[in-house]
């Protein structure tokens, strides 16, 4: 949205009135917005924070207006976004009510975002020797990881996880963007433990990728018992490494709710984790010929709710 300028506009006429017969709140220096800086506004402010919970009486600080224009206000915004699939407004009733925003990315955007990763992974330039893929700056890009974990959060909101397990290095930007995109809290298990973060738990693992044996530590205070965990990870090919982490999560009686991967290999078909998504599949890597199979992924797949 464009900010009005030089007194007149679409929303206001010359006599300071607003289109729909209101009076324009601009003012001058310090006084009030005019509504389309006020929606623009409004409208980062909202986005910048998914998951949270805000309450009118900041925006109302903030913007220097009334609760029932912000509420207003609040209300194209939810229609806007919701319209293009750009998100979700939700408003708590009540004396500690507000708003909250979900980030949502919908089918069709979906597919195309799915589509743009799965051609670039492709890319004949991304071949290394020994028949590997280079997808390091993929992974670690705020934009594919940004929207990616709008997707997961999209898809696993419904199970209300509480918070996001990952497993170091890869799967850092993928989990800690979907954790924003819901507002939770990420919980990173190391390959060692670390005096520096108290007693923790450890496990062993047979690898899927070496087939070798690997550990897997988390400190005790990183998860109360109990506690609703979407694990989220960067690569899956017989799935020893996603396997752990659900075993590690038993230490805890941690629950785990959903398990989202960037990609998975199409062999070994029969993975050692049940009920995944993933957004690509790797097929083949073609050293000689320079090519690499990539497909899209299992993410459409229903995610189930939380039972009551």
Request: net charge neutral; with cysteine; hydrophobic share 40%.
């Given at each position: ?30 006084g ?106 993929l992974?670690f890009?705020?934009y ?24 170091e ?113 790797l ?26």
């Amino acid at each position: 949205m464009r900010p009005e300028a030089g007194g007149h506009g679409g929303a206001t006429n010359g006599s300071g009135t607003s289109a729909s017969g209101s009076p324009d709140q601009s003012g001058g220096g310090g006084g009030r917005w005019r509504r389309g800086r006020r929606l623009a506004a409004l409208t980062r402010l909202l986005t910048s924070r998914p998951g949270e919970l805000i309450s009118l009486s900041q925006f109302s600080g903030v913007l220097d207006a009334a609760k029932s224009t912000i509420s207003e206000d609040l209300t194209t915004i939810k229609e806007g976004l919701e319209e293009r699939g750009l998100g979700r407004v939700e408003t708590v009733a009540g004396a500690a009510g507000g708003v909250v925003f979900h980030p949502t990315v919908s089918a069709a955007s979906g597919d195309e975002i799915v589509e743009e990763l799965c051609a670039r992974l492709q890319s004949p330039d991304r071949i290394l020797p020994g028949g590997f893929l280079y997808m390091t700056d993929l992974v670690f890009s705020p934009y594919w990881a940004g929207r990616l974990g709008e997707i997961i959060a999209g898809l696993y909101a419904p199970a209300e996880p509480q918070f996001v397990v990952t497993v170091e290095t890869k799967g850092i930007p993928l989990a800690l963007f979907s954790a924003q995109a819901m507002n939770l809290p990420l919980v990173v298990a190391r390959r060692d433990a670390r005096a520096t973060e108290g007693p923790a738990v450890s496990i062993t693992f047979v690898s899927g990728t070496t087939g070798r044996i690997q550990a897997m530590s988390l400190p005790r205070r990183s998860l109360p018992a109990g506690a609703r965990v979407l694990v989220v990870d960067d690569f899956m090919k017989a799935g020893g490494t996603a396997r752990g982490v659900v075993e590690l999560m038993r230490e805890f009686e941690a629950q785990v709710v959903g398990l989202a991967v960037l990609m998975e290999t199409a062999q070994p078909e029969k993975k050692m984790v049940e009920d995944y998504i993933s957004f690509t599949v790797l097929h083949e890597v073609d050293e000689a010929a320079r090519r690499a199979v990539v497909t899209p992924g299992s993410w459409k797949k229903a995610v189930p709710t939380r039972s009551r």
